[in-house]
C-alpha cells in the first residue's frame, strides 16, 4: 500500500509540476498577463484556504498516529475532524473559484489557472472521499489492522495534497503578481 501511494503521489507530483511549469511558459510568451488584462485572483479565499488545509494537518497527524496505536476511538474522532476540514476546504474552495477573475475558456490564463485549481480540488474530493469511507468503516467495523494501515496511508496522501496545494498557490496567488 505504501509503494502504491509513493507512486501516485510521484506521478501526480509530476502533473502538478508540468501544469506549473507550463503557467510560467506561457506567462514568458505573453505580453500581458493574465491576457486579458483582469486582475490576479484575490488573495482572501486563497489565504484562507491556504489557512485551512495547514491546520486540516493536526487532526490528520492525530488520526495517523492514533491508527498506528490501533487507538480505535481516537482514529474515529480524527477522522471525524478530518472530514470536517475537508468539508470546510471545499466550501471554500467555492468561493474561490467565483473570485479567480477569469474563466476557463477566457484564455490560455484562464485555462492553466482553471486547470490547477480543477486538478488539486479533484485530489481534495478524492481524499475527502477515501477519508469518508474510512470513517464510515471505522464506525461500523468489521474492524481489523488493515484499516489502521489505511488510515495511516490516507493521511500519507493528504500531505501530498497539502503539500501540493503550497506551489499551486504562490503559482495562481502571486505568478500574476510577478
Known sequence: MWWGTLGLVAIE????????????????????????????PDLLWGTL???VLLLSMIPNEMARRAAERLDLRRVRTSLIWCMAFSVAFLAVRALEFTALNCAWDDDAYGSVVWMMMGLHTLHLVTDMWD????????????????????????????????????????????????
Open 131 to 178: 477519508s469518508g469511507v474510512l470513517a464510515v468503516l471505522m464506525h461500523t467495523g468489521p474492524i481489523d489492522g488493515k484499516r489502521f494501515v489505511d488510515v495511516s496511508e490516507n493521511a500519507g496522501y493528504w500531505y501530498f495534497v497539502v503539500g501540493s496545494w503550497l506551489p499551486v498557490y504562490a503559482t495562481v496567488y502571486f505568478g500574476a503578481r510577478m
Open 49 to 51: 484556504n491556504t489557512a
Open 13 to 40: 507530483s509530476t502533473v502538478f509540476a508540468l501544469v506549473i511549469v507550463t503557467y510560467f511558459y506561457l506567462r514568458g510568451l505573453a505580453d500581458a498577463w493574465p491576457l486579458s488584462g483582469s486582475p490576479p
